[in-house]
C-alpha cells in the first residue's frame, strides 16, 4: 500500500533561517509522482511541485528546492531565507494509480506545521 | 483562468441530515476528486470522477457518494450526516491528459455537523 510519511510534525523557525522538510514515501508502483502542497491558514491547498518517479534532478524555484532521492525513498523541500508568509501546512504526496485505472488519487502524508517567527 | 470553485464554503447541518456540495473544476479539466481533511484523519481520498463516471472510491460508507455532470461539474452528497462527519472537504480537478495527477485543488467546504 501507499504511503508518505512526514517525520517533523511541527517546526518553528525564526526568519532568514532555512528550513527543511522531510518526506519518505514508500510504493510498489514503478512508475509514480510526487508532489509538494502549501495549506495556509485558508485551507485552499496550493501546488508547489511535481516530480515524477524518473527525473531525480534536483529543482530550485526562488526560495524553494526539492531533493529526490530515489534509493532512500526520500523527497525533502527546503525553504532558503523564510518569510514570515512561508508560515502554512506543507503536505508531501505521492500519486497512487490504482492498478492503472486511476490518475485522480493522492496519498498525503500527515503534513508538517511550518511557523516562522518574524 | 478561473480557479477551482467550491460551494457552500460553510456549512452546518444536524445529524441525521444529508448535505450535498458542489464543486465547479477549472476549465478544460474533466477529472475531479474529493478529499476529507479532519485533524484526526488527515486528507483522506473520497473519490475520482472522470468523463462522468466514477473512476476510484476511497474507504469511506456508502452514505458517501458523488456524481459528474458533462460540464465537468461535480457533486458529493453524504446522508444520515453524523459528527465524525465534520471535516473540511476539498474538491481537485486535473487535466490528466497533459499532467496526470497534478492536481489544483478549491478553498473547500468547511462542514460542521452538529
Known amino acids: 500500500a501507499q504511503k508518505v510519511t512526514q517525520a517533523q510534525t511541527e517546526i518553528s523557525v525564526v526568519e532568514k533561517e532555512d528550513v527543511t522538510l522531510d518526506c519518505v514515501y514508500e510504493t510498489r508502483d514503478t512508475t509514480y509522482y510526487l508532489f509538494w502542497y502549501k495549506q495556509p491558514p485558508s485551507g485552499e491547498l496550493v501546488f508547489l511541485i511535481r516530480?515524477?518517479?524518473?527525473?531525480?534532478q534536483n529543482e530550485i524555484s526562488g526560495r524553494y528546492s526539492w531533493n529526490f532521492q530515489k534509493s532512500t525513498s526520500s523527497f525533502n523541500f527546503t525553504i532558503t531565507a523564510s518569510q514570515v508568509v512561508d508560515s502554512a501546512v506543507y503536505f508531501c504526496?505521492?500519486?497512487?494509480?490504482?492498478?492503472?485505472?486511476?490518475?485522480?488519487?493522492?496519498?498525503f502524508g500527515q503534513g508538517t506545521i511550518l511557523t516562522v517567527h518574524p | 483562468k478561473a480557479g477551482v470553485t467550491q460551494t457552500p464554503r460553510y456549512l452546518i447541518k444536524t445529524r441525521g441530515q444529508q448535505v450535498t456540495l458542489s464543486c465547479s473544476p477549472i476549465s478544460g479539466h474533466r477529472s475531479v476528486s474529493w478529499y476529507q481533511q479532519t485533524p484526526g484523519q488527515g486528507l483522506q481520498f473520497l473519490f475520482e470522477y472522470f468523463s462522468e463516471t466514477q473512476r476510484n472510491k476511497g474507504n469511506f460508507p456508502g452514505r458517501f457518494s458523488g456524481r459528474q455532470f458533462s460540464n465537468s461539474r461535480s457533486e458529493m452528497n453524504v446522508s444520515t450526516l453524523e459528527l465524525g462527519d465534520s471535516a473540511l472537504y476539498l474538491c481537485a480537478s486535473s487535466q490528466e491528459e497533459v499532467r496526470p495527477y497534478e492536481q489544483y485543488f478549491g478553498p473547500g467546504t468547511r462542514l460542521t455537523v452538529t
Open positions: 516530480r515524477n518517479s524518473f527525473d531525480e
Open positions: 504526496a505521492l500519486s497512487d494509480n490504482a492498478g492503472g485505472t486511476s490518475y485522480g488519487k493522492l496519498t
